[in-house]
């Protein structure tokens, strides 16, 4: 993401809501919607989604790993390199 995030209000976005999803798909950046002075949703990219959940996959892994180092519970660390790459080839 840019130095400062790219925020419209909802009345931009009912008036000109072509122009910004060509924005946000040419820029691969969200944009934040604001209603009343504060933020409402945000928009961005079917390309920025998928990586974002991705990234969110992978992290979700790693927690579960974490705990499950706590409760003593291992995995052989092929098992844990097959799934990894499972799930990168997937991204």
């Known amino acids: 993401m840019g130095a400062l995030p790219n925020i419209i209000p909802v009345s931009d976005l009912r008036q000109n809501a072509a122009n910004v999803l060509k924005q946000v798909i040419e ?3 969200p944009v934040f919607i604001t209603q009343r002075g504060r933020t409402a949703g945000v928009i961005q990219s079917p390309k ?5 959940e991705h990234d969110r996959r992978l992290l979700e892994m790693l927690l579960k790993g974490e705990q499950d180092i706590a409760k003593d519970k291992l995995v052989e660390m092929d098992v844990v390199f097959k799934k990894a790459g499972n799930i990168l080839k997937k991204g």
């Open 27 to 29: 820029s691969d950046e």
């Open 48 to 52: 920025s989604y998928a990586k974002t």
